[in-house]
């Protein structure tokens, strides 16, 4: 596995679409690759058949998520970042029941994609696989792939890099080995990550100025009147544009949380609707970073470009240390490690363009994540909106509390250090039952039924 400091700025943030990173942009990427490699090897002009086996949780709350839209999209050449969201969207109406799709110029037959949720795959909860079979039925590329959240994939039975493609300056895995960096060099959590961005080749202030404005622009589009209701047949009520004439009438502390909420809302009815959103580190939390950065963009002077790239840097450093010491999956950890990744992320990373120290960054970031361990992922219906929203407006003020009592507090140590939290929510992770990792199967996933 990469160090922390291995994970790059455009890794975490991914431009993609709604509704689910590991359920959505995953399974795209990864049947996009599959298609790759089919025509690499030359077997795309034999194929003739495909077959698409979702385990685990992409079939527990596949449908709900889009997991087979994104998957055939995927296949006929659509990358997340780029796509019309709404191509996706239908993409699998035509062959819910198997059919023809055009995939790299070939015609072929999609068989109905299985659905197997019991039959989780041992390495992860999130496996796809994909086939491709010739007109005599000899298969020519057989592949498993698990979406391991954030957008993230790995390919089974293909050695996954151990190594970057570049070395960077500053190596650190824990924020323990962070903090002695940045101390050693003199250079804040932000100019480090910023010259490991460097290193391996890309411009970090551009790199955060383009991941900013797809945030906020999804903020602005998430405000916009629209679609009254969210799809997927729970009638849930879409928010955000109502709130937003009452908040922009008041004034005071109640009129700033109720902005900070607003925002955090936006962005998840947007990712709810499947349109235009970005991993922050995931998808199912992906309106509590860009509702910060909002937050400290009207607040907090000086505004400009500077204190948001050191956010987007500082949260960068926090995700990757999660990522690689424990997990950003909600299948995986439960929602802890993706609306606590984001609040840890969040905290922190206000609290640097506050002007925080490395400390106090540590600090924020734990309290971030320390406040929602154990948190469940037990969406209604499989779908990203209840609990899933709301649990973003929360989380959002959430974040700007850890780094505001931090910052009163001054350099007090906290008892328990951030590298100890995310270790803990490893640890909750594990224990935590199944049916409480984005399977639908427990807690408020059956409560609307139960009641």
């Not at 909002?294 to 500082?314: E, F, N």
């Not at 950890?333 to 206000?350: D, K, P, T």
């Amino acid at each position: 596995m990469l160090h922390a400091s291995d994970v790059r700025l455009g890794d975490l943030f991914k431009i993609g679409i709604g509704p689910s990173s590991s359920h959505t942009v995953g399974p795209m990427v990864a049947a996009g690759e599959f298609v790759t490699e089919l025509t690499a090897t030359g077997d795309i002009t034999r194929s003739r058949h495909l077959r698409v086996v979702l385990r685990g949780s992409l079939a527990a709350t596949g449908e709900g998520h889009g997991t087979p839209g994104a998957v055939i999209a995927g296949l006929q050449g659509h990358a997340p970042a780029t796509c019309d969201p709404a191509v996706v969207r239908d993409a699998w109406t035509a062959v819910r029941h198997g059919g023809t799709i055009s995939v790299a110029g070939q015609t072929m037959t999609l068989a109905p994609i299985e659905f197997r949720p019991r039959e989780p795959h041992p390495l992860h909860p999130n496996a796809l696989e994909l086939s491709a079979v010739d007109e005599h039925g000899a298969t020519l590329l057989d592949r498993t792939y698990l979406s391991v959240g954030g957008g993230f994939i790995e390919t089974l039975g293909v050695a996954q890099s151990t190594t970057p493609e570049r070395d960077v300056p500053f190596a650190f895995n824990s924020f323990d080995e962070l903090h002695a960096l940045c101390i050693e060099h003199g250079l804040t959590i932000a100019d480090v990550v910023a010259a490991n961005e460097l290193a391996a080749g890309t411009d970090p202030v551009s790199a955060a100025s383009t991941i900013w404005s797809a945030m906020d622009s999804c903020i602005e589009s998430g405000l916009e009147p629209g679609p009254t209701t969210l799809p997927g047949g729970l009638g849930v009520r879409r928010r955000a544009p109502e709130l937003a004439d009452r908040v922009s009438e008041g004034s005071g502390f109640a009129a700033a949380v109720s902005r900070i909420q607003l925002d955090a809302m936006a962005v998840n009815e947007e990712n709810a609707l499947g349109n235009r959103v970005v991993t922050a580190p995931t998808n199912g939390a992906a309106g509590i970073l860009p509702a910060v950065i909002s937050h400290y963009v009207r607040t907090a002077p000086p505004t400009d470009r500077s204190g948001v790239v050191t956010m987007l840097m500082t949260a960068t450093a926090l995700g990757a240390i999660i990522k690689s010491n424990a997990s950003i999956s909600g299948a995986q950890v439960g929602c802890q490690g993706e609306v606590g990744s984001a609040c840890a992320m969040a905290a922190g990373a206000l609290c640097a363009a506050l002007g925080g120290s490395v400390s106090q960054i540590g600090k924020a970031a734990e309290m971030g994540l320390e406040h929602h361990l154990g948190l469940t992922c037990d969406p209604i219906g499989g779908l990203v909106q209840v609990p899933c929203i709301e649990r973003n407006a929360i989380a959002a003020v959430t974040a700007v509390q850890a780094a505001t009592l931090t910052l009163q507090e001054g350099d007090h140590a906290h008892l328990i250090s951030f590298d100890t939290a995310v270790k803990t929510m490893r640890d909750v992770g594990a224990d935590m039952h199944e049916k409480y990792k984005e399977t639908s199967l427990g807690g408020l996933a059956v409560s609307l039924v139960e009641c």
